[in-house]
């Protein structure tokens, strides 16, 4: 899905939780995490930051075209220096981003834009190619619910291509109520992301393989 959707907004309870705010949530260095994967990989999760620019540059350089079609519904060999700033331009509450690392490769990236004067945010992930089907999509959505719901976020929204059934295999697992409806090839996605018992196993279980990080990697 694109980052840059026209939407229109609706109304729904608490949508007025992001209303009135003059300025971004300082950067929020205490989400940043350590995790080892089962198969060993040692990776880092840390909040985007506008000085990501060339890392994110150079991830979406080195994705497959089935995966910039499937993030994009589009051919999208390029980001725009426009796109670039504002996929690495966030204020931390009503919009979020995660990337993580393998050493100083970006290897995946996951976000949430809240849909204005409602509950909802738009949800997306890629994952570099080599390290898909490796939990780290799961991981990426874990954490973007939980903090999404400490925000007033309700419920999570996606869209994604009717063949993209690793990202569905995504949503499924993580434990939500997940509602779904294809439409032109196009399947869209609705959950709440209110924790249920599915979800906080999957969270007490993700947690046994986290730490905190204190590394301080933006500028």
Do not use: C
């Amino acid at each position: 899905m694109s980052d840059f959707t026209d939407r229109g907004a609706g109304t729904e309870r608490g949508g007025a939780a992001s209303q009135g705010r003059s300025s971004p949530r300082a950067y929020p260095d205490e989400l940043a995490f350590d995790v080892t994967t089962s198969e060993g990989l040692h990776l880092h999760m840390r909040p985007i930051h506008p000085g990501d620019a060339a890392l994110l540059v150079n991830f979406h350089s080195r994705l497959s075209i089935d995966s910039v079609y499937r993030r994009y519904f589009s051919m999208h060999p390029e980001l725009s220096d426009v796109e670039v700033v504002h996929l690495t331009t966030v204020d931390y509450l009503d919009r979020l981003a995660f990337i993580v690392q393998d050493g100083d490769a970006l290897v995946a990236v996951g976000r949430y834009d809240r849909i204005p004067g409602t509950t909802s945010a738009e949800v997306a992930f890629v994952v570099a190619d080599k390290y898909q089907r490796k939990g780290i999509g799961l991981w990426l959505l874990e954490h973007l619910a939980e903090e999404a719901w400490s925000l007033g976020i309700t419920t999570f929204v996606a869209e994604t291509q009717a063949d993209n059934m690793d990202m569905m295999s995504v949503f499924e697992s993580a434990g939500y109520p997940v509602k779904s409806r294809i439409e032109d090839e196009i399947i869209n996605v609705r959950f709440p992301i209110e924790p249920t018992p599915r979800s906080e196993e999957l969270r007490a279980q993700r947690l046994e393989h986290e730490r905190p990080s204190n590394q301080r990697e933006h500028s």
